[in-house]
């Protein structure tokens, strides 16, 4: 029986993955290359993070803040706020806008480069495109990803105050005391954990999908599409995992 050809992708992406982690390990690390994908994974994509933060914190207290000021229970608006951010909000939402920015952005760019015979070059060069070309992006991941998730809860946090405030009446003072009794230092610890894991889910495949891309320019796009889709089911499973183990 023949092996699907997103399973065979998935495990070349796992080889891939481990062959980058190992060159890590090793310091074979292009630090040209990493900050050109620092920048394209870190501060290329603060204004999406910001706005969807943002609209996040406010929409969530809209739906959670009214109901609760119903039912005299107002205080606990913050804490809630708060620990829905930390545990599940802030890093499944980032890991789903870092796919839609930058996830496609590797995917596309790796699969024209294999398409049009770049990475033979490279090979032939006796330069290893892994290291050049995968590390850099691995790592841009796993440093940003944390610091966009930290971004995103913090503006979800202070959009989630300030619509209190300004739609429910709920005193700042009392927002906050509700967010320092409800939430726990392992919460930003799991939260980070979350971020760091998406993150590297979201840099392997994209760019071991980018790498395995056969065929012509045409099927470039299609491999972009695959990678999303992988990474997003990845991300969901890898996310009840670890709620489970972490918050369960």
Do not use: H
């Amino acid at each position: 029986m023949k092996t699907p050809r997103w399973l065979s992708r998935l495990g070349s992406s796992a080889l891939i993955g481990g062959q980058a982690l190992a060159a890590v390990a090793k310091g074979r690390i292009n630090l040209n290359e990493l900050i050109d994908n620092l920048m394209e994974a870190g501060p290329s994509s603060f204004l999406v993070i910001l706005i969807t933060g943002l609209a996040s914190g406010t929409v969530f207290n809209i739906q959670v803040a009214a109901e609760l000021t119903k039912q005299g229970a107002a205080s606990t608006v913050g804490g809630i706020l708060a620990v829905g951010l930390s545990r599940e909000i802030a890093p499944l939402l980032t890991a789903t806008l870092i796919t839609g920015k930058v996830a496609t952005a590797y995917a596309a760019s790796l699969g024209t480069m294999k398409v049009t015979e770049q990475i033979d070059a490279i090979t032939m060069l006796r330069t290893d495109p892994v290291e050049f070309l995968v590390v850099p992006r691995v790592l841009a991941l796993l440093v940003m990803s944390p610091v966009q998730c930290l971004l995103f809860f913090a503006v979800g946090l202070f959009s989630g105050q300030f619509s209190s405030t300004l739609l429910y009446r709920i005193p700042p003072n009392v927002f906050w005391n509700s967010v320092r009794s409800w939430m726990e230092p392992s919460d930003v610890i799991g939260m980070l954990i979350k971020a760091t894991a998406f993150g590297l889910i979201i840099s392997i495949i994209s760019c071991g999908w980018g790498l395995t891309t056969r065929g012509g320019p045409k099927e470039v796009g299609t491999s972009t599409t695959g990678a999303v889709v992988m990474i997003l089911v990845v991300t969901a499973i890898t996310d009840v995992v670890l709620t489970q183990l972490l918050f369960g």
